[in-house]
């Protein structure tokens, strides 16, 4: 005769282990509202991205491309829409997910409170500065991946050039790198300010400025090419995707005069002008295509510098003065 001995229950359920705990676990959980829209916002968008480009590679293959001419319009307004919202992302993240981060423990007591409890407050801000910038990091490295993804091959036939921000800040690491140095920079701005609302306002109006800063900047950041060819010439097909920074017509010696010089009314004397001057040469000035992804990682490395400022900032600030 068996007996089988079995233990008495306690009454107690053991206590599930989590993935994320202490610290981490409370940053999550204040900020998990916040966190799930921004997921669920990458999801949609990625899901867009692969359908947009499934349509586009069905328009192209029956119409033959590239073996025949591609349609005229083979994008629409689904692809603006997409652009524009990639390009609203960083100033979004810093709005949203930035200025508030400590604005509003700041306004609600929360970062006082933080401040008397057994972890120090330096590591609770590190804490809640990392699960910002990685979310962010993570959402718009894999935006940024899927449309590189789709543009590259199809750049020629889509609807913007390289050098346009639709372009050129939506592909590569740039967008990761805006969004980054935009939302330290919404941080920045919730710690002076202190208010959820004000800090919100100031930080949308800085991004904006920053955005319109970041245009101007763009074709500064790799050096120019100069291309000489007769007036009377075409200008060879290997400049097809090259972005035209200025243009000018020459003479044989190197002299150059603006493109509307010797624009007369009539042939006669617009050809006598050109010979009085001794202009035989149309003059560009451009950047080629291949330098792209060089200018790309220097302008990301100009905002992920800014990026360490301001966060070095805060974390220093922090240190010295209470939230």
């Known amino acids: 005769m068996s007996t089988t001995l079995t233990e008495a229950p306690t009454g107690r359920a053991t206590p599930r282990r989590r993935m994320v705990r202490g610290l981490n676990w409370l940053v999550l959980r204040q900020h998990r509202a916040t966190l799930l829209c921004l997921l669920a916002l990458t999801v949609l968008c990625s899901i867009w991205i692969v359908y947009q480009r499934a349509q586009l590679i069905d328009l192209l293959d029956a119409a033959g491309w590239p073996g025949k001419d591609a349609p005229p319009q083979v994008v629409g307004r689904q692809y603006s829409s997409l652009t524009t919202l990639l390009s609203a992302l960083p100033v979004v993240l810093a709005v949203f997910l930035g200025a508030p981060l400590i604005a509003a423990d700041s306004e609600q007591g ?3 409170l933080a401040a008397t409890q057994s972890v120090t407050r330096r590591r ?3 804490a809640k500065l990392g699960w910002c910038f990685a979310a962010t990091l993570v959402s718009c490295v894999v935006l940024s991946a899927l449309f590189t993804w789709w543009w590259t091959p199809y750049r020629s036939l889509l609807s913007f050039s390289w ?10 690491p740039v967008l990761p790198a805006l969004a980054l140095f935009l939302t330290a920079a919404g941080v920045t701005i919730g710690v002076l300010v202190r208010r959820v609302l004000p800090a919100m306002v100031v ?17 500064h950041l790799a050096p120019s090419h100069v291309f000489t060819y007769p007036l009377d010439g075409e200008l060879p097909a290997r400049f097809a995707e090259s972005y035209e920074l200025d243009r000018w ?8 005069y603006g493109w509307g010089t010797c624009t007369e009314a009539t042939e006669k004397a617009q050809n006598a002008c050109l010979s ?3 202009i035989v040469n149309s003059v560009m000035e451009y950047l ?36």
């Open 249 to 256: 017509i020459g003479s044989a010696d190197g002299t150059l």
């Open 276 to 278: 009085e001057r001794g």
């Open 124 to 126: 609770w801000l590190v």
């Open 203 to 219: 930080t949308f109006v800085f991004a904006v400025a920053v955005e319109t800063a970041w245009g101007l900047m763009r074709t």
């Open 163 to 172: 050098m346009e921000a639709e372009s050129f800040d939506n592909t590569g």
């Open 288 to 323: 080629d295509y291949d330098q792209m992804a060089a200018m790309q990682w220097t302008g990301a490395g100009v905002l992920l510098a800014g990026t360490a400022a301001l966060t070095a900032f805060v974390v220093w600030r922090s240190a010295r003065r209470p939230l």
């Open 110 to 112: 929360t970062a006082q």
